[in-house]
């Protein structure tokens, strides 16, 4: 018969591997895009505050468009791709 109040020890045996350590490195970049998502946040709010501030449109989703402009442009240039041409051209029947 057990004693009342006795510590029971358990013991488990099995087959799977020991948690595994995070990388330092993987534990470096968490830390890293931790600490840009705090940035990102405090320059959109520095941004609200300072536009509003002084009676202008906000800066950053310009900035974002202009730079959505370049990475397209940037595309094109790398791939080569020629530009679109419009051909206005009603009367004809088939385009080839």
């Known amino acids: 018969m057990a004693m009342v109040g006795a510590p029971r020890i358990v013991y488990v045996i099995t087959d ?3 948690p595994a350590r ?8 968490t830390a890293l895009l931790m600490l840009l998502a705090a940035l990102v946040l405090l320059v959109t709010a520095a941004d609200a505050y300072l ?3 002084i009676g202008v449109r906000p800066l950053i989703p310009a900035v974002r468009r202009l730079f959505a402009l370049l990475a397209a442009e940037c595309r094109t240039w790398v791939t080569g791709a020629a530009p679109a041409q419009v051909v206005d051209d009603p009367d004809r029947k088939v385009w080839r």
Do not use: M, S
């Not at 995070?22 to 970049?29: N, Q, V, Y």
């Open 16 to 18: 799977a591997a020991p």
């Open 22 to 29: 995070a990388r330092p490195l993987a534990r470096l970049r």
């Open 51 to 53: 536009t509003a501030r």
